[in-house]
């Protein structure tokens, strides 16, 4: 099992519409979790950040953590062409103690 | 700067070659990571520095992959007798924090690596 799983994709919204973006982890002990916006050919860049149980919205961003499910999720309302990318989800802490990313998931909004 | 710096954006070697990557990190950063990314694949840890010392160095692959910092500064990643295995974007981090509890990690644009 990969210590933080993601669907693949390509996820494909219409624009405006929402767009949800899931992550499991493995490491139970985790303690920060981050997503991260990639563009095509470009270095990822920080969005968003959560470190307890429940949502937390920034703008359009809303992230959601369950720490008993080991699950956490990216909810991207009013979905623009321009958030168009990959979404890579990193995990912090536990047995590892290092930041672990998942392998993203491709986001593609369609005007 | 204004940025984490890395060079060259582009690296193409025959196998067998040694090449060496180098990332000027933001001023002031104390904590200074690399990764590789493969197509397809997520962000592989290779190794992390605090200061000149390198805390955890356990995403090494082999012992021909080896970092260096110096001044608390500028890092190079040296791959020996490179492998067509080794080809990917390599990606330099770095952050004010002496570890990975904020998450914020600054990027720079990576060294893509082609070994024919």
């Known amino acids: 099992q990969k210590e933080v799983e993601q669907n693949s994709g390509p996820l494909s919204v219409p624009e405006g519409a929402i767009a949800s973006l899931n992550c499991t982890y493995s490491?139970?002990?985790?303690?920060?979790f981050f997503w991260y916006r990639q563009y095509s050919g470009k270095s990822p860049e920080l969005i968003m950040s959560?470190?307890?149980?429940g949502d937390k919205e920034d703008g359009r961003f809303t992230a959601q953590l369950n720490k008993a499910s080991q699950y956490v999720s990216l909810l991207i309302r009013d979905s623009q062409p321009s958030d168009s990318a990959t979404y890579l989800c990193?995990?912090?802490?536990?047995?590892?103690?290092?930041?672990?990313f998942g392998t993203g998931t491709l986001l593609a909004v369609q005007p | 700067g204004a940025g984490v710096s890395q060079s060259p954006s582009n690296k193409v070697t025959e196998k067998g070659k040694d090449v060496e990557l180098r990332c000027d990190p933001i001023?002031?950063?104390?904590?200074l990571y690399w990764y590789r990314q493969s197509l397809g694949q997520g962000l592989e840890f290779l190794i992390y520095?605090?200061?000149?010392?390198?805390?955890?160095k356990s995403g090494l692959p082999s012992d021909r992959f080896s970092a260096e910092r110096t001044g608390g500064s500028v890092s190079t990643l040296t791959i020996q007798r490179t492998q067509q295995e080794d080809s990917a974007v390599y990606l330099c981090?770095?952050?004010?924090?002496?570890?990975?509890?904020?998450?914020?990690?600054?990027f720079g644009e990576g060294s893509r690596l082609t070994v024919l």
């Open positions: 981090a770095s952050s004010p924090q002496g570890g990975y509890s904020t998450g914020e990690l600054f």
């Open positions: 490491d139970r002990v985790s303690q920060s």
């Open positions: 959560i470190y307890s149980n």
């Open positions: 990193a995990v912090y802490g536990g047995a590892t103690n290092k930041l672990i």
């Open positions: 001023s002031g950063h104390t904590a």
């Open positions: 520095f605090q200061g000149n010392s390198a805390p955890d």
